[in-house]
């Protein structure tokens, strides 16, 4: 406790008297009389210290003592305070009274808060409940980051009005200007801040170091909010912190500044659909925006949820009382307009990207470039360096700095994404920053690697190329995390490798869209409710046509058939494709490729319950396939068993079903023990449940059982539980029909455990 403190709290208990009566009787408030003799206060001003002296009935020698007391606890050159600047005496020996000061009314004053501001409720909360404790254990700096135009600045002022029943000591707000050409220097931020906060011009020192220590001297005891915008970096901010006390210091930058120590860090998201209508709800009118639901939702999906924008779609709403909400949603859809109408007075959202883009190094800014050229709606650093040019490595590190940035967002621990509009402008940095020739160049190259990728890991799909137990997997288990590698990539990147195939298309590289096809062909199995395959298999269908390749054509209408047939259910336009298959298949006397399709012709007739038909045309591509020698084709003919046991069941011959099932059984376990692949075990899983419906069919439910639970062990063996529901369900139901109900439920809320703990997986095989 200092000289002062200890002088008056002396004088109080001597006057026998409490805080409250000493406050009441000279005027000040309770809280800053204990301030004061808590030393938190140790250099009131003399018109307090005069008050305080009369209150406690002190002589002229006690009341000079203690005033010199607190004359000795004022910095020097600082004017006495917020509420009212008295200078030395003037002649006549009379004190002097300037007009008051206050922080809140100096240079630096809070600019007003926005009167529609909307959401942030929890962030804003998180912020005031940070400032809630009087006594801080450290200073309290809170950092607000994040990409152009969420509203970073807005919230930062809006909080500092919120804050500011709890500071009465002033709200400050300065504007560092971190995306100027010429950001403020730490000295001269701290010279308007001292101002601000009353230190006379030629009390301020010279020296940032001295005028850093100056300000934290200042700020000791106040309870101060402070708002430094617009942070360049940490280098900036440090000279403006505390070092003690209750101030609060909210910094908001477009850099996340990770080398700043002890701050709390805030994040702002895009806005929630809600909340975004809500905002433009406030701007507009609220009559204006619940007239048009749809409209509105569709409006600030174009906005991209970004607060700037929708402010600035708001207003040019404003500004057009008798433009429906449609109308502008009409103009905002065409992509090479859009942000040149999200643009109104001052308010501009491509200038906001552009401040961040022409302070980034001329490397990180091709990485940003070139990040729109991908597909997908995120990327990985592996994709992104096939664009760049760049090695993995070096565009991973380039991406997690314009992720700092705030030009680039993380969207899964290894995976990127651009907001919508900062696509759109790095769109049109490709268009002036670089030539076509450059652009073409790095289309083709990342074109070219990432087709090459999807075909390597489509082969690992195929019978042919598929590896084995003795293979370089090592054993099923090892085969089966091989195709979950693969499949993970192709599911993940399809909007690139789909993307990349259309180019090839575009570009006259017909043999590339077709070699991926192809590879790609049993991969499809895994997908059937893609819709995308009829897309790939007719790019495939051209690009043969192109090529007067009429062995790859006959390949990939079948391909299509089996699209339309078994993916889209277009079951009429399936089977004449499959007829055009199978003609074209005859011309080149294509034995394999008349028994495809010969099987998509008779699985487009069972769906069309012309079961007599679907039949004989599956036992003749069983005549096809019974000529050709390879895996595919023993695969076919396994394929054309089923599918005519199917149209047995369904047309009511259950017993025939049964035989014809068990010699497509036999055929499945035996390509199990010759091929000991994931796909094998599939086919043998699927066939055994299909056994078991047709026995089911015939009410043999101990027979049924039996072939189920064989369905089960196959499906385990391949590892897909996802693909057991339909499985277990009709085991419960076989169990249930034999008496035993109780093990049936045992069963199925176990299974049910288990599937929910691991998960769906999509897709189910082809055949």
Known sequence: MGGFSRLLAGHRVAAGLTQEELAAAAGVSLRALGDMERGRTRGPQRRTVRALAVALGLDGEQAEALDGAARSGRPRGVRPGPERVVAQAGPGGQDREEPPVAAGQSALALPRDIADFTAREGVLAALVGLAADDRPAHPRVVLVSGQPGLGKTAFALHAAHALAPRFPDGQLSLDLGGMSAQPLSPRDALGQVLRALGVEDAAVPAGAEERAGLYRALVRERRLVLVLDDAADEGQVRPLLPGSGPAVTIVTSRNALPGLESVHRLSLDLLAPAEAAGLLARIAGRERIDAAPDATAELAGLCGYLPL??????????????????HLVRQLAAEENRLDLLETGDLAVRPAFELSYRRLPAESRLVLRRCALTAGPD????????????????????????????LVQPATPDRYRLHD????????????????????????????????????????????HARDAVGAAGSAGAASAHLTEAARWLEYEHPEWLAALHHAQQAGRYREVVDTAEAM??????????????EVFQLSVDAARALGDRQAEAVHVNYLAWTYVTCLHRYQRGIELASEGLELARQLGDREQQGWALTYLASGLRYLR???????????????????????????????????????????????????????????????????????????????????????????????????????????????????TKTLTELGTALIEQGRAEEARELLTEALTDLSANGPRPGTPRH
């Open 421 to 464: 509009l900062v696509r759109l402008y790095a769109g049109e940095r490709l268009a002036v920053d670089e030539t076509p020739g450059e652009l073409a160049a790095a289309r083709t190259r990342a074109g070219r690697w990432i087709l090459d990728r999807a075909a390597a890991y489509g082969l690992r799909f195929d019978p042919e």
């Open 610 to 724: 012309r079961h007599r038909e679907a039949i004989d045309a599956f036992h003749r591509a069983a005549d096809a396939f019974a000529e050709v020698d390879n895996r595919s084709a023993r695969i076919g003919r396994l394929v054309t068993l089923r599918g005519a046991a199917n149209c047995l069941r369904e047309s009511g011959r259950a017993e025939e079903a049964v035989d014809t099932r068990r010699r497509a059984l036999a055929g499945a376990l035996e390509l199990v023990e010759r091929w000991s692949a994931p796909l094998m075990n599939l086919l043998a899983a699927m066939t055994a449940h299909e056994l078991g419906l047709d026995r089911a069919a015939l009410k043999r439910w101990p027979a049924a059982e039996k072939a189920f639970r064989q369905a089960l062990a196959h499906y385990e063996a391949v590892g897909r539980p996802d693909s057991m």
């Open 379 to 406: 990327f990985t650093a592996v994709v992104a360096a096939a664009y760049a040019g760049r090695s993995p490595a070096r565009t991973e590190l380039l991406l997690e700095q314009l992720v700092d940035t705030g």
């Open 309 to 326: 924008a929708l402010r600035i779609a708001g207003q040019r709403l404003v500004a057009r009382p008798q433009q429906p909400v449609a």
């Open 521 to 534: 062909h049993w991969f499809s199995d895994r997908l059937l409710s893609w819709g995308i395959w009829a």
